[in-house]
């Protein structure tokens, strides 16, 4: 049975992630992930390092408790922590109660076709960030209020994120915050083995920043599965389901030149993109659901999650039904 292998939760979309042994799984993905992004100054546009490649230089840090446990495990000065090694050590913290900051205020910002309120993070971090980056930006907090019984598309405060209108589709009913499209990415270590396998230079699961990885070492298993739950060792009952976790696999990733910027350097370069095009493609895999599949490169599944729980590294995976090949296909 596969296992889970690695967690990674993106508080900052763009920036480096906090690998996690165990983290908490919400409506909109794993507690934080892509909770901020970084805006242009002037327009209120998300940036990423497509961008920018130099986001992947700053690491960003959270109190664990708040990853893994709940609210009232914070101390009221718990902050995220923005942070640089090179060419200068650097930080700052932004305090996770709004009202511990000054210039802060709430501002129009837009996230693909999602445009809505969210919460200025104030002067210091957009000044820090600024300087790093070498453009004015701001850095942006999600301010949405997940909820199971509602639609995120019905919110008239609008500061909540219904998965984009284009997806509705795969996930009609779920929600998001700054992610791209889905709220958690997925993928195999069998994926990164059989994409290896085809490169000169092997590439690290980090390229990918997936959320969950899966240590099937099967060559692209996932592309076959429906659903997925989760049985932790350490449960009194492993067998038990009520409570398991359990996530819907809802589409295949298609992978954009972000996968070609080295997350340790910032150096951008050709690949894993144009070898995933020659071995991925949507045409080949004969996902053709959507015309914008067909020339796409794929590495990694985006999921949905069906309830509120709990992860971790090392709890088996069972597979919740088999998907149809031509499930895909036009």
Not at 57 to 82: K, N, Q, Y
Not at 189 to 208: D, I, K, Q, T, W
């Amino acid at each position: 049975m596969p296992k889970v292998s690695s967690l990674t939760v993106y508080p900052v979309k763009g920036l480096k992630g906090i690998e996690l042994q165990q983290a908490k799984v919400t409506r909109t993905g794993l507690r934080f992930d892509r909770n901020w992004m970084v805006v242009d100054a002037r327009s209120g546009q998300f940036i990423t390092q497509r961008e920018m490649p130099r986001l992947a230089l700053i690491s960003t840090h959270l109190p664990l408790e708040l990853l893994t446990g709940e609210w009232g495990a914070a101390s009221a000065e718990a902050a995220l922590t923005l942070s640089t090694a090179a060419p200068v050590s650097s930080s700052v913290q932004i305090p996770l109660d709004g009202s511990l900051l000054e210039d802060s205020n709430k501002r129009e910002c837009r996230c693909w076709s999602w445009e809505g309120p969210a919460q200025d993070q104030g002067n210091e971090a957009a000044d820090w960030l600024s300087d790093f980056l070498g453009s004015s930006v701001r850095l942006m907090r999600y301010t949405g209020q997940p909820d199971w019984q509602s639609n995120a598309g019905h919110d008239s405060t609008r500061a909540r994120r219904q998965v984009d209108p284009s997806w509705l589709q795969f996930a009609p009913e779920d929600e998001i915050a700054f992610q791209d499209n889905f709220p958690i990415l997925m993928a195999s270590e069998g994926g990164l083995a059989a994409l290896n396998s085809h490169l000169e230079h092997p590439v690290p699961m980090n390229r990918f920043r997936p959320n969950l990885v899966v240590d099937d070492r099967s060559f692209w298993a996932e592309d076959t599965w429906e659903a997925i739950e989760f049985h932790s060792a350490s449960s009194p009952d492993p067998n038990a389901t009520e409570s398991n976790l359990k996530l819907r696999l809802a589409a295949p990733a298609s992978r954009c030149s972000v996968t070609t910027v080295n997350q340790t350097t910032a150096e951008r370069g050709k690949e894993p993109l144009r070898t995933l095009g020659k071995i991925r493609r949507g045409k080949q895999l004969g996902w053709t659901l959507r015309p914008e599949w067909k020339p796409a490169a794929f590495f990694g599944w985006n999921v949905v999650p069906l309830r509120e729980g709990l992860i971790a590294v090392g709890d088996d995976v069972e597979v919740l039904g088999q998907r149809s090949i031509t499930s895909l296909s036009a």
